[in-house]
């Protein structure tokens, strides 16, 4: 399984910005997906996570700014990330789940200016 993130960038406090995962590779189902972040000197936090049913689970201090869903056609997983603060500045990965095993996408790099 290959994860393939795109969708970082730099934007202004206040701002949007939509992150989407593309798994590759022959599977049958990833369960779940998830976004995970990473600030410069912090641990990696779990963003948000979504099973394959559609339940979603988010940090509180993303909750009701940021929204995951994932398209299991296109075995895709996306963040929407609204009212972005400067302590959402990190680098969001996507992980996903096959059974035991655990995949992660390479990183892609958000900045939020004040």
């Known amino acids: 399984v290959q994860l393939q993130a795109s969708g970082g960038g730099l934007v202004q406090a206040g701002g949007s910005l939509r992150l989407s995962c593309r798994a590759s590779?022959?599977?049958?189902?990833?369960?779940?997906m998830a976004w995970y972040r990473q600030a410069p000197g912090k641990q990696r936090e779990l963003v948000a996570s979504i099973t394959s049913g559609g339940s979603t689970n988010y940090a509180d201090s993303v909750k009701g700014r940021f929204t995951i869903s994932r398209d299991n056609a296109k075995n895709a997983v996306y963040l929407q990330m609204n009212s972005l603060k400067p302590e959402d500045t990190a680098v969001y990965s996507c992980?996903?789940?096959?059974?035991?095993?655990?995949?992660w996408g390479q990183g892609t790099e958000v900045t939020v200016s004040s």
């Open positions: 992980n996903a789940h096959l059974g035991i095993y655990s995949y």
């Open positions: 590779g022959r599977f049958s189902s990833l369960n779940p």
